[in-house]
């Protein structure tokens, strides 16, 4: 069981920054992967951006180069900087944990937390 609690979410205007913060209970150094997904209301949950326990990153094609995704092994804490904040960024964006076992993936995910982007 890995605990999952993200933070930093809230209300910014267009072209405006947030950083979102997830802290783990487990070692990021034992997680094969984590990540951050988003689902907006009335939508599929989307994977925004991935980092692997060895520092391999994986962006989705719509960040576009505006988020930046990193970790803090010592704080077992996975951020993602969010700028150039446009509309339909507005999401519950979540904190993933993965744990791939042979050819089994093991998710866990946190409650979530509300980024909304309106002028």
């Known amino acids: 069981q890995v605990q999952l609690v993200e933070s930093g979410g809230g209300l ?23 990540g951050w997904y988003r689902q907006a209301p009335g939508k599929q949950r989307e994977l925004v951006a991935t980092i692997t326990s060895d520092d391999n990153i994986n962006y989705a094609d719509f960040v576009k180069g505006r988020f930046t ?4 092994g010592a704080k077992n804490t996975v951020y993602l900087q969010m700028n150039s904040l446009k509309p339909e960024d ?22 979530g937390t509300q980024v909304t982007v309106s002028s």
């Open 12 to 34: 910014v205007q267009p072209g405006g920054s947030l950083r979102l913060s997830c802290a783990a209970s487990r070692s990021l150094f034992t997680t094969r992967t984590m």
């Open 69 to 72: 995704i990193s970790k803090d």
């Open 90 to 111: 507005t999401a519950v964006y979540y904190c993933n944990a993965a744990l791939i076992i042979g050819p089994t993936t093991y998710n866990y995910w946190g409650q």
